[in-house]
């Protein structure tokens, strides 16, 4: 039995009685009593009076979190409660240390002002007097993933799972961890050592997840719908089973799993949002709408249904939905944007969009993002002067913001000055060094200026400064297929890259391309088909598609794919025409 799980009511009695003794022998002795022998305090007494201690101080700390605001503790006060908390916990885990106390200790650190460093001193002093307990090997590796040192934590997992094979409970964990470190091809070998009568819903949702991940789209949904089974109520299950669904272009099975989760509870807005999509997809707008008038009245639900109206161009209905923010009073800034984009985009009314803009307050976090769209319509009005005007009032007020050097740079390139947005962009990395998205921009400029090279350097750079930046990855991978080298790695980053940016069609046709460069040309059409159904407007995508169907004897999917190049204006449209010759 736990000894400290929960006092019972004798235990708070006596802890109780006692200070009820000490009390009346103070009392006593202040009136001038006899001198009495103070009491002998049982060493149990002392350990249940402790731990009721920690239990009292750590309620009021809770209480002081739940109210928030109202709290009346002051920061001090609140810093001597829980050193006293953490000085009871201390003096019980003395006398009768638990794996459960040591967790407990760590607890109260974990969103201290000194970090998870406390937290792991805790877990570890725990591992000293109770080696390879699995609570605190997991705690413990908890607190590394919490300071984003993934290989930290797997390395813990995996050093008990080689003292401990048998240990299911533990090996779905790793799993878990390298799934959520985007180690899926790892974490599926880790899953699959779970014997199948033991895996339970959470280990079966994690193998789903990293074969969809991977693919494996079958081996994923048979997987997802073990897990549901297992769980009716597992809605995370149900709502990955249903986006694979989606990706295995199985609408109906998607959206009866999307209506399902809403029959069941409406507490969970992705499912919403999800079948909102879906319904998009299926150009059913009308559903799609009374999904979105019907969902919660949130800021952050209406503002996700209204960009999924906005990206598939249902412009009309995304308005009807922005409306809903004007019914609780003040209306919010991001109202006014949402409304210029709509005007911008789907009015192709720049004028009308800039009256948005201008209700937008300097004082508002979405200040600067308005003054960056107000240059990008004026641009587009032919207002280049003014629009550069805006840039460097931008610059100016937010001289930290890498967007404005960015715009700056934009602008300047569109005059064909590239000299000029060179400049703008190593004006922002002086002040902004080693900024991954000004270096980012600067590299395309040494692409288009026949300097690759140059921006190929820089890429390498972003990627060891920042080894999860989506667009560096790409443009290294895809640089190296282009010169026929470094295949392997080039298949590495850009796939890393398009799972960190999974709609991404450009770094979707990335991996196709690596694909068709390594010969491997089933995997490349299976990519160019979704970066195609993705983005169906990019010139060099669908040559892309032309080449790897070419490749494959597909005459007629060749034929569509440079005729779509030239339909959207190839650069290259001579060496497209030229192919089509050879078809």
């Given at each position: ?24 022998a103070g009392c006593a002795a202040g009136t001038g009593a006899k001198s009495q022998p103070a009491p002998v305090i049982s060493e149990s007494a002392r350990l249940d009076y402790d731990y009721l201690t920690y239990q009292d ?429 470094e295949l392997d790695r080039a298949l590495v980053l850009v796939t890393k890259a398009s799972k960190l940016d999974p709609e991404n069609g450009f770094i979707l046709d990335s991996v196709a391309w690596v694909h068709f460069k ?66």
């Amino acid at each position: 039995m736990k000894r400290f799980s929960r006092p019972d009511s004798h235990t708070a009695l006596a802890a109780f009685a006692l200070l009820a003794l000490l009390a009346v022998a103070g009392c006593a002795a202040g009136t001038g009593a006899k001198s009495q022998p103070a009491p002998v305090i049982s060493e149990s007494a002392r350990l249940d009076y402790d731990y009721l201690t920690y239990q009292d101080l750590l309620h009021q700390l809770q209480k002081h979190i739940q109210e928030g605001e109202r709290s009346t503790l002051t920061s001090k006060e609140v810093n001597e409660i829980h050193a006293r908390a953490v000085a009871a916990l201390d003096r019980v885990l003395a006398q009768a240390p638990t794996p459960e106390l040591y967790v407990e200790k760590a607890g109260m650190f974990w969103n201290h002002p000194e970090g998870t460093s406390r937290s792991r001193e805790a877990l570890k002093e725990g591992l000293e007097k109770f080696p390879d307990n699995r609570l605190l090997t997991v705690y413990l590796a908890n607190s590394y993933v919490a300071d984003n040192r993934t290989d930290d934590a797997i390395a813990i997992m995996d050093g008990f799972l080689r003292r401990h094979p048998k240990d299911m409970e533990a090996r779905e964990r790793l799993g878990q961890m390298l799934m959520d470190a985007g180690q899926d091809a790892k974490a599926l070998d880790v899953l699959k050592q779970i014997p199948e009568k033991q895996r339970s819903a959470d280990a079966l949702y994690a193998m789903g997840r990293v074969q969809g991940n991977l693919g494996m789209r079958k081996s994923a949904i048979a997987n997802l719908k073990k897990a549901v089974a297992k769980d009716p109520e597992f809605t995370e299950a149900m709502v990955e089973l249903a986006y694979q669904y989606e990706l295995a272009k199985d609408y109906v099975s998607a959206e009866q799993i999307y209506g399902s989760i809403l029959e069941q509870s409406d507490s969970f807005p992705e499912a919403r949002l999800r079948l909102i999509n879906l319904n998009l997809k299926l150009n059913d707008p009308a559903k799609a709408l009374e999904l979105a008038l019907s969902g919660p009245p949130t800021k952050s639900f209406i503002l996700d249904a209204v960009l999924m109206f906005i990206n598939d161009g249902f412009f009309a209905q995304g308005s009807t939905v922005l409306d809903m923010l004007t019914t609780g009073g003040t209306v919010p800034a991001e109202y006014y944007f949402y409304k210029a984009v709509i005007a911008d985009e789907g009015e192709n009314d720049p004028a009308k969009a800039l009256t948005y803009l201008d209700e937008v307050k300097d004082t508002d976090r979405l200040y600067p993002h308005a003054l960056r769209f107000k240059a990008q319509l004026l641009a587009v009005q032919g207002k280049e002067g003014e629009a550069l005007a805006l840039a460097a009032q931008g610059k100016k007020l937010y001289p930290n913001a890498s967007i404005f050097y960015i715009l700056e740079a934009g602008l300047k390139k569109n005059q064909d000055d590239l000299e000029g947005a060179e400049a703008a962009l190593k004006e922002g990395l002086t002040r902004l060094k080693n900024d991954p998205e000004l270096t980012y921009e600067l590299a395309m400029i040494y692409e288009v200026t026949n300097r690759r090279a140059l921006g190929l350097a820089l890429m390498e750079g972003v990627i060891r400064a920042h080894p999860d930046h989506a667009n560096a990855l790409n443009y290294v991978g895809y640089t190296l297929a282009e010169e026929g080298r470094e295949l392997d790695r080039a298949l590495v980053l850009v796939t890393k890259a398009s799972k960190l940016d999974p709609e991404n069609g450009f770094i979707l046709d990335s991996v196709a391309w690596v694909h068709f460069k390594r010969q491997d040309l089933e995997k490349a059409w299976e990519y160019i088909g979704y970066a195609v159904d993705v983005v169906d407007k990019d010139p060099t995508i669908w040559e892309h598609y032309g080449d790897i169907a070419a490749a494959m004897g597909k005459t007629k999917a060749a034929r569509k794919g440079y005729n779509y190049a030239l339909k959207y204006h190839s650069p290259e449209a001579k060496a497209v025409r030229e192919k089509l010759k050879k078809l």
